[in-house]
Antibody
Framework: QVQLHQSGPGLVKPSQTLSLTCAVS??????????WNWIRQSPSRGLEWLAR?????????DYAVAVRGRLTISADTSKNEFSVHLSSVTPDDTAVYFC??????????????WGQGTFVTVSS | DIQMTQSPSTLSASVGDRVTITCRAS??????LAWYQQKAGKAPKLLMY???RLQSGVPSRFSGSGSGTEFSLTISSLQPDDFATYYC?????????FGGGTKVEIK
């Protein structure tokens, strides 16, 4: 059974970069049939998908329009983990951030499991 | 992007009640819909995928139906552990989208 364990700071200053990591156990981040996501949740935005990375001969990434240009998702196969970096944060980026895993089913990404969540506050 | 709308936003019910939550997509998502249960301070828990397929370990009192743009989650006999917030999520598009949630509270 796949398990996802998140780590990273719970407080980030405005204009700085938010960085979180999701360690994967029970699977490989380079599994050709897996997608790895970051999703956040806040009272104002609800559940908001941010980005996905997946490996199919090489690494691919998808990004939500709202964060494109500020957010980078990447994977580290040597550590079997994936990360998110969100730059130039503002208080509006305050949220609980979740990492998730999906299965590729035909051309669709079917949800499988979620990490425990990390509450990140953007404040000086 | 596909938008997901859930109703009602809050539902008051008693133990033993049959409850139904509705989710509507802004365009057809075929049957690529998942349902989650979330309790305070916890990650969403996957209940169902592909509209009506129960995730392993989820009680059979949960069922899902629908296709295209209209979907529903039904709890046949509400149990104390079921008081929580429920979300739908479409994955027909690679841009995932979630409903706003339905809070099931004790009447």
């Amino acid at each position: 059974q796949v398990q996802l364990h998140q780590s990273g700071p719970g407080l980030v200053k405005p204009s700085q970069t938010l960085s979180l990591t999701c360690a994967v156990s029970g699977d490989s981040v380079s599994n050709n049939n897996a997608g790895w996501n970051w999703i956040r949740q806040s009272p104002s935005r609800g559940l908001e998908w941010l980005a996905r990375t997946y490996y199919t001969s090489r690494w691919f990434s998808d990004y939500a329009v709202a964060v494109r240009g500020r957010l980078t998702i990447s994977a580290d196969t040597s550590k079997n983990e994936f990360s998110v970096h969100l730059s130039s944060v503002t208080p509006d980026d305050t949220a609980v951030y979740f990492c998730t895993r999906e299965d590729r089913v035909s051309s669709y990404w079917q949800p499988v499991s979620w990490g425990q969540g990390t509450f990140v506050t953007v404040s000086s | 992007d596909i938008q997901m709308t859930q109703s009602p936003s809050t539902l008051s019910a008693s133990v033993g009640d049959r409850v139904t939550i509705t989710c509507r997509a802004s365009q057809s998502i075929n049957r690529w819909l998942a349902w989650y249960q979330q309790k305070a301070g916890k990650a969403p828990k996957l209940l169902m995928y592909e509209t009506s397929r129960l995730q392993s370990g989820v009680p059979s009192r949960f069922s899902g139906s629908g296709s295209g743009t209209e979907f529903s989650l039904t709890i046949s006999s509400l149990q104390p552990d079921d008081f929580a917030t429920y979300y739908c999520q479409q994955y027909e598009s690679y841009v995932l989208a979630f409903g706003g949630g339905t809070k099931v509270e004790i009447k």
